[in-house]
């Protein structure tokens, strides 16, 4: 007898999905989902007919995301608005074009590194790489 694997649909909440394989619990500490009170559910490795495995995100219940954050850690996602057990909303993420308090500038002498207050800001060049706008240092994975 095969054993089925089940995880509930979600009636209303999140679903962030397309999750390059790995990066489903990195995504999950970088958002704070264990500070949730809403159910919750991580899926890796799951069999995906378009990568092949993917890690998936459930979320029940409303919460903010920062698309950004998600965008750069794996611009593959995709996120899906669930309300009453149906799709009302399927956004696909892409590289974002400027990140603010997403990654530290290492340059010990960058402004943003000397003075307090200032945001760490980085940019998208041609090449798909990011760097603190005020020094040009190279952001480090």
Do not use: W
Not at 59 to 67: F, S
Not at 70 to 81: E, N, S, W
Request: aromatic content about 4%; some cysteine; hydrophobic content about 35%.
């Amino acid at each position: 007898m095969k054993a089925t694997r089940s995880i509930d649909s979600i009636e209303n909440g999140i679903i962030i999905d397309h999750i390059q394989v790995g990066n489903g619990m990195k995504i999950y500490d970088l958002l704070n989902l264990d500070a949730l009170d809403c159910p919750v559910v991580l899926i890796r490795n799951a069999r995906s007919t378009q990568f092949g495995r993917k890690d998936m995100i459930k979320i029940e219940g409303k919460i903010d995301l920062d698309l950004d954050l998600l965008g750069y850690v794996d611009h593959h996602v995709t996120v899906c608005v669930i309300k009453n057990g149906e799709i009302v909303e399927k956004q696909k993420l892409t590289l974002p074009k400027r990140l603010t308090n997403v990654i530290r500038c290492k340059n010990p002498r960058c402004i943003c590194t000397i003075e307090e207050g200032i945001d760490h800001v980085f940019e998208l060049t041609p090449n798909k790489t990011y760097r603190c706008i005020y020094c040009e240092n190279p952001a480090k994975a």
